[in-house]
């Protein structure tokens, strides 16, 4: 199974800016999930897309999927505090599995 | 409670000391996963189940390492002989929907158990 790779590892931006997180993968896949993680917790799930889409929306999140490219993008608009936190990208397979996440920090 | 619930949230552990950590599911979820973070890494997937069968144990570290889920709800993990190496966080999450070969599902974690060895 394999796992996705989340770039940049680390970004730190000021309250009201946008982040954007990308994550790249290496084989097909069926859908692509993002998950946060906030200090000392479990993992939350946020958003899935499947294969055949190449852009959802949930709220201030805003992910794309790029399947020639093998690559997806988190896109969270109008950052607060609250939003800071680890983000994680699972590319679909008989396991879900991790790569080591973006932590961003939101500052107030 | 309506999720996924873990126990102990904190355990401290001798060396060679046996530990068992516990998750509840969320009611009449068919899928368990077990993942193992250690800190500031992502979580590494070490096993699942569908209902009360154990489908995939390849992430498991060692032998040390063994889980159960004997009626298909409460799981338990347990290490033996614990090693500092085992130090990590433990999470368990758990799915409405079968694993198939090519697609998982959303997973609903626990808030995990933090396992330190001295």
């Known amino acids: 199974s394999q796992q996705g790779e989340e770039d940049p590892q680390a970004l730190s931006i000021q309250e009201g800016e946008n982040a954007t997180m990308n994550c790249s993968y290496k084989?097909?896949?069926?859908?692509l999930q993002w998950y946060r993680q906030n200090s000392g917790r479990g993992l939350v799930h946020l958003i899935l897309?499947?294969?055949?889409?190449r852009e959802k929306h949930s709220g201030r999140l805003r992910v794309t999927l790029d399947t020639s490219k093998k690559s997806s993008s988190l896109l969270i608009t109008a950052s607060r505090a609250a939003d800071t936190a680890s983000y994680f990208c699972?590319?679909?397979?008989?396991?879900?599995?991790f790569g080591e996440g973006t932590q961003l920090t939101v500052n107030p | 409670g309506a999720g996924v619930s873990q126990s102990p949230r904190y355990k401290v552990a001798k060396r060679g000391q046996d530990v068992a950590l516990r998750c509840d599911p969320i009611?009449?979820?068919?899928?368990l996963f077990w993942y193992q973070q250690a800190l500031g890494q992502g979580p590494e997937f070490l096993t699942y189940?569908?209902?009360?069968?154990?489908?995939?144990k390849s992430g498991l570290p060692s032998d040390r390492f063994f889980a159960e889920r004997p009626e298909g709800s409460v799981s338990t993990l347990k290490i033996q002989r614990t090693q500092q190496e085992d130090s990590a966080v433990y999470l368990c999450?758990?799915?409405?929907?079968?694993?198939?070969?090519?697609?998982?599902?959303?997973?609903?974690f626990g808030e995990g158990s933090r396992l330190t060895v001295l």
């Open positions: 189940f569908q209902n009360e069968a154990q489908l995939d």
């Open positions: 999450a758990s799915s409405p929907r079968r694993r198939g070969i090519t697609n998982t599902g959303e997973l609903f």
């Open positions: 897309i499947r294969s055949n889409e």
């Open positions: 084989t097909s896949i069926n859908n």
């Open positions: 699972a590319p679909s397979g008989s396991r879900l599995t």
């Open positions: 009611s009449g979820h068919v899928s």
